[in-house]
């Protein structure tokens, strides 16, 4: 199956910093979402993003499927943003789950 | 519009024993997804239906994992004996699936937290 790579694994910022989250995928999609797990567990939709960009208050996502790569901007963290951040891509109607980008925004 | 509902939140049991995770997507979703998340890792696809067909069940431990959509709409998820290693998050999601653009955008529910003991 496909391969999801995420980066960087874990990630610490002061609040108000920027940063930038990479999801690598190995092969071509037909879907990419990017998700945050709250420390609940919960899962929420960022992003539907299979090509292009898209934003969204402090927050925007770049999808370059030709070169199999999408990229998540976080701008002016704050401490809620804190949390795991999952890329998940569909392949011939399957999906597939980056294993998270962790992130811990201090105050 | 209402989300994606789950239950029991929580539910702890011994080895050996079985239990059912029940799930109700959103209202017109034709894709149900259950998902297993053991702690530090990303979800894991267990099986996807379509309607009330399985599209992918590849992931699935069929010896004591089983999971039904029988009506289309809510779904039932059973572990018949539990391990210990099962002990993990089980989530649900649903996607409209009815083709066109968003028909793959998943949205999930809380999840239901099992510990195995």
């Known amino acids: 199956g496909i391969q999801v790579e995420q980066s960087p694994p874990d990630l610490i910022l002061q609040e108000g910093a920027n940063s930038t989250l990479r999801c690598n995928f190995s092969?071509?999609?037909?879907?990419l979402q990017w998700f945050h797990q709250n420390p609940w567990g919960q899962l929420i939709n960022l992003f539907y993003i299979p090509s292009g960009t898209k934003q969204n208050g402090r927050l925007s996502a770049t999808t370059v499927a030709t070169e199999r790569y999408s990229l998540l901007y976080i701008s002016s963290s704050q401490t809620t943003d804190s949390g795991v951040y999952f890329c998940a891509v569909v392949n011939f109607n399957k999906f597939y789950f980056g294993s998270g980008t962790k992130l811990n925004v201090k105050p | 519009e209402a989300g994606v509902a789950q239950s029991p939140r929580y539910k702890i049991i011994e080895k050996r024993q079985s239990v059912a995770f029940w799930c109700n997507p959103i209202?017109?979703?034709?894709?149900l997804y259950w998902y297993q998340q053991i702690l530090g890792q990303g979800p894991k696809l267990l099986i996807q239906f379509q309607n009330n067909g399985v599209v992918d069940d590849s992931q699935l431990p069929k010896d004591r994992f089983s999971a039904e959509r029988l009506k289309g709409v809510d779904s039932t998820l059973k572990i018949q004996p539990a391990k210990l290693e099962d002990s993990a998050v089980y989530l649900c999601?649903?996607?409209?699936?009815?083709?066109?653009?968003?028909?793959?955008?998943?949205?999930f529910g809380p999840g239901t937290r099992l510990t195995v003991t």
């Open positions: 999601a649903s996607s409209p699936g009815a083709g066109g653009r968003g028909q793959y955008e998943q949205y």
């Open positions: 209202s017109g979703h034709a894709t």
């Open positions: 092969d071509s999609v037909n879907n």
